[in-house]
């Protein structure tokens, strides 16, 4: 069973920064390529897909609205996504979920939040001034 555990969030003024973290256990990337990543979802909006990265490869995706300004990333050593978010506007206030499944890379680049079956807990993320 994967478990995802996500930490990092907080509140921040327009213009600042945050990183989030995702720590992974449960699985193995030796026969196995997956799909991880960050989502999102705000009050009264559907949930949706902020960055995926594939393991197999390392390939990222992103959604337009955060292209540029955040970066996702796989530490393989310590089975640990992270996103780091820059320029963060008030629009980017949300509960950020960290997710995983087993599938090829065709879906990591979709980033469809129904695709994914290993989700966290969720971490707040708040831009405010």
């Known amino acids: 069973q994967v478990q995802l555990v996500e930490s990092g969030g907080g509140s921040v003024q327009p213009g600042g920064s945050l990183r989030l973290s995702c720590v992974a256990s449960g699985y193995s990337y030796t026969y196995s390529t997956y799909c991880m990543g960050w989502f999102r979802q705000a009050p009264e909006k559907e949930r949706e897909g902020v960055a995926t990265?594939?393991?197999?490869?390392?390939?990222?995706y992103y959604a337009d609205s955060v292209k540029d300004r955040f970066t996702i990333s796989h530490d393989y050593a310590k089975n640990t996504i992270y996103l780091q978010m820059n320029s963060l506007r008030p629009e980017d206030t949300a509960m950020y979920y960290c997710?995983?499944?087993?599938?090829?890379?065709?879906?990591?680049?979709?980033?469809?939040?129904?695709?994914?079956?290993?989700w966290g807990q969720g971490t707040q993320v708040t831009v405010s001034s």
């Open positions: 990265v594939a393991t197999g490869d390392g390939r990222t």
């Open positions: 997710a995983a499944v087993r599938a090829p890379i065709s879906v990591c680049a979709q980033r469809r939040p129904r695709d994914y079956n290993y």
